[in-house]
Structure formats: structure tokens, C-alpha cells
């Protein structure tokens, strides 16, 4: 059975507009031999269908179906847990959509749920409203706990900031959908119709790709191209399978899954041993 491959996006494809170099020719490769791939973003803004034209304009040529968000996966999983439910949004389009997608409307009154993604247009009037909400009982949902994400050169906040001040200003701790719980990334696999044996997660963050991917019994590949360096590995307990510079090495590790179509990148970065042995995940 082919293996495959669950695939982060921010700092392994790209940074901002930025595309890392070689993701194109790895992920179109995927694309071309019909390997099981899905992209599986802790970013709530944008639709599956936004994402995977930002994707095709970058030359990457994907379909809908390669593409899951935390926005997704939250929906998901309130429609299971109440269906027909309501929320009141902290977020942008893709998680309103995903919402109305599963059944769920978007309210002030009463809400069962204070939904809180990521946004450029979240305001004091919004978290204040938010606040009182989960005060008078609205459960707290956070589509992902990232405190930060990386951009060109950069960071900004991630959702997980955005959700501690509620937290902080009523004591509620919020249940997080997004990497790593095990609620997307079952829903990822199963999208990608493929056995936890077979999985193999790829991303650039250790607490959030990596311990998933671990926790989920999934093989792991961290890759250096976003918001992880090699020497900060050593801070966790856990380990990936692989490290590599970027994913423009991923076939270098599977060169029996991307069969004889491979060429190592020219002027790639050897990839370094780690000071210990690498996790084996059975």
C-alpha cells in the first residue's frame, strides 16, 4: 500500500506570498503520480477553495480535495457534538463557511459556542463580546492554540494569543480542534483514505505537526524551512523520524514512493544527524 502524506502549509510550502523553494516540483510530483497527499493548515481564514487557488497560482496544482483546515475540522466536530448548533465567530471567511457548511448559525444571542480563529480584523468590540458570552455559559472553541505563525521575515499572532485573553478574563479554558489534537488529524488521515501505518506527517513545528504526528503513531518529518531550528529539537522529549532543510528533500527519504522521477535538489544542505537516536514510530 502506497504511503501518504499529510502536509503543513505555512513554513513548509510557504511564508506569506513567499514559496519555498522546491515545494512546487515535490508537491506537483505527488500530484502527477497519483500519490495520497493532503495539506492540513492550522490557518481558519480561508476556504479550502481560496487555499488551493493561492496554491494553483503559485504553481502548485492542486484540487479542493487536497486541501483540510482547522476550520473544517472544527465544524466538524461541533456538528457532531451538537448538531445544528450556534456559535458567535471570532474569524474570518473560512470558518464562517465551514460553520454554515455543518449545519451551524453564526449568532450573539445565546450562543452554544464562542468560536475564535485567526483574522486581520478582530477588535476590541469583538473580544469583549466574546468575553461576556463564555461568561454567561458559551463553551470556548479554539480552532488551533498556535501562539504565533511564521510570515516573510516574521511572525504574527496566532489564534492561540488571540484565545488566551478570553481565557484569562473568565477563567474557561478552551478545547482546541487544530494540530495537534487528535480530533483533525484523524479527520486529515481519513480524508486522505489512508491507515495510521501509512501516514506520514510533514511540517515545521514540534508542538504542533511533530507531537501530532507522534501521537497519532504517524511517521514525522520536521522540516527547517519555518518556524523550528535544529538545536531547539533537543528542548522536547519527543522526536521526529526525519529532519531535512526543506521539503524539497522529502524524496530523498521515500525514493521508492516517488519511484525513478527524482533528482536531488542542486546546492541542497546535507542533512544533519541528530545527538540521539531518531523516535521509531510503529
Do not use: W
Not at 448559525?105 to 485567526?118: F, L, N, R, W
Amino acid at each position: 500500500m502506497k504511503l501518504g502524506f499529510l502536509i503543513d502549509m505555512d513554513g513548509v510550502i510557504y511564508k506569506g506570498s513567499q514559496l519555498i523553494a522546491g515545494a512546487a516540483e515535490v508537491i506537483n510530483r505527488l500530484v502527477k503520480q497519483d500519490i495520497p497527499f493532503c495539506f492540513i493548515t492550522n490557518n481558519s481564514q480561508k476556504t479550502r477553495r481560496d487555499v488551493a487557488l493561492k496554491l494553483r497560482k503559485m504553481g502548485i496544482y492542486v484540487e479542493d480535495r487536497h486541501i483540510f483546515t482547522c476550520a473544517m475540522a472544527t465544524a466538524r466536530f461541533l456538528a457532531s457534538q451538537k448538531p445544528e448548533g450556534t456559535a458567535f465567530v471570532i474569524g474570518e471567511g473560512g470558518l464562517n463557511l465551514a460553520l454554515h457548511t455543518n449545519g451551524y448559525s453564526i449568532t450573539e444571542d445565546h450562543p452554544d459556542y464562542v468560536v475564535v480563529g485567526e483574522g486581520r480584523v478582530i477588535n476590541f468590540e469583538n473580544l469583549e463580546k466574546a468575553t461576556q458570552l463564555v461568561h454567561a455559559g458559551a463553551k470556548l472553541i479554539a480552532t488551533n492554540l498556535d501562539s504565533n505563525c511564521p510570515i516573510e521575515n516574521s511572525i504574527r499572532p496566532g489564534c492561540g494569543a488571540i484565545v488566551r485573553l478570553i481565557e484569562e478574563a473568565t477563567g474557561a479554558k478552551a478545547f482546541s480542534v487544530g494540530k495537534p489534537s487528535s480530533v483533525m488529524m484523524r479527520l486529515a488521515r481519513k480524508q486522505m483514505g489512508i491507515d495510521t501505518e501509512h501516514t506520514v506527517m510533514v511540517g515545521d513545528t514540534m508542538y504542533t505537526d511533530i507531537l501530532g504526528g507522534v501521537e497519532m503513531g504517524y511517521q514525522t518529518v520536521l522540516v527547517l524551512s519555518g518556524g523550528t531550528t535544529e538545536e531547539e529539537i533537543n528542548h522536547y522529549s519527543y522526536r521526529p523520524n526525519h529532519v531535512i532543510p526543506s521539503i524539497a528533500e522529502l524524496p530523498s527519504l521515500y525514493p521508492e514512493i516517488f519511484e525513478d522521477t527524482y533528482q536531488k535538489p542542486a546546492k541542497s544542505t546535507p542533512r544533519k544527524k541528530l545527538e540521539e537516536p531518531l523516535v521509531t514510530v510503529s
